[in-house]
């Protein structure tokens, strides 16, 4: 896969995706926001690839957003299309049904932090800046920034950084459940890679019910998200995965996992 804006790696079932506009501190242009999409599209399509990490080119910056220069000029129409073009790339990234890791390198702003939403965990390095400063624009959150951030969070939190636009540090972040761990500038890729592994170990199957489970169980009455999580455990009993799980249990031995 080649694109403009995007760098994309895989190696060994592992994918990096690289926002790739260093000198815009990664700004989500629409060109980027359509080649994420594509990106996705295909990862998600392709069973050799088992997991993915998204990062950000350069020193600085995850990505600081989407690009300010294409929100100065929208009409209303241009802002709604681009808000819900954006809520789908984000949509497709978290039901990718394998995951999805941020590794967060810098500046993780607006649709950045969006973005890094959207992934299933987060990793820091020392240096990350999170935040949602559309407000300071004359804006607000349009990639479902309202809406992940206080499931994440909690609602009080969410609120205090959606209103203040103000950045929380890396440690902050992880004070508050923002990322799940912080890690040293130089460390991160390997960290990032070390978490998804342990991941992509387990039966992809597992992992794809499993991320189901949760993102869907999260916005229905529980008894309904305990039957859906029921009908899914059921549905992968039938999975050579299990068979193989259970059986190199049993027998003291690694499992080989097919998807199956
Ligand atoms: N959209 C478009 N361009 C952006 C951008 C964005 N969201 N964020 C940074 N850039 C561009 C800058 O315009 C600058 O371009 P230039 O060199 O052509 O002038 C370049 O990236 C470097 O940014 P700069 O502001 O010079 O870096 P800095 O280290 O002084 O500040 C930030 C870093 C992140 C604090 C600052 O760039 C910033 O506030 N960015 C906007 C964040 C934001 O509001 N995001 C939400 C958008 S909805």
């Known amino acids: 896969m080649t694109f403009d804006n995007l760098l994309v790696e895989t190696r060994e079932g592992l994918a990096i995706v690289t926002v790739n506009r260093p000198d815009k501190l990664n700004a989500l242009n629409d060109k980027t926001v359509g080649e994420l999409d594509a990106a996705f599209q295909a990862l ?3 069973d050799s690839v088992r997991g993915v990490i998204l990062t950000g080119a350069g020193e600085k910056a995850f990505v600081a957003g989407a690009d300010i220069a294409e929100l100065s000029t929208q009409s209303p129409i241009d802002g709604k299309d681009r808000s819900v073009r954006g809520q789908h790339v984000l949509d497709r ?3 990718l049904g ?3 890791i941020a590794a967060v ?3 993780a702003l607006g649709g950045g932090c969006e973005l890094a939403l959207a992934c299933h965990v987060r ?3 020392e240096n990350a800046k999170l935040g949602t400063p559309e407000v300071k624009l004359g804006i607000m959150c349009g990639y479902a ?3 992940r951030l206080p499931r994440l969070v909690g609602r009080g939190r969410a609120l205090e950084m959606l209103l203040t636009g103000e950045m929380v540090d890396a440690q902050e972040a992880w004070r508050i459940g923002l990322v799940n761990k912080v890690v040293p500038r130089e460390a991160l890729l390997r960290e990032s890679e070390a978490l998804l592994r342990k991941m992509m170990a387990n039966g992809p199957l597992s992992l794809r019910f499993t991320l189901e489970a949760v993102a869907a169980g999260l916005e229905v009455p529980f008894d309904e ?3 859906f999580e ?3 455990f059921g549905l992968i009993c039938t999975s050579e995965d299990m068979k193989e799980g259970t059986k190199a249990f049993l027998e003291k031995r690694p499992a080989k996992f097919q998807g199956k």
Do not use: H, M, Y
């Open 44 to 46: 998600g399509s392709d």
């Open 93 to 95: 990234i978290e039901g």
């Open 98 to 100: 394998k995951p999805v």
């Open 105 to 107: 390198n810098g500046f």
């Open 123 to 125: 990793v820091a390095s």
């Open 145 to 147: 920034g309202t809406q």
């Open 225 to 227: 998200a305990q039957l």
């Open 230 to 232: 029921a009908t899914l």
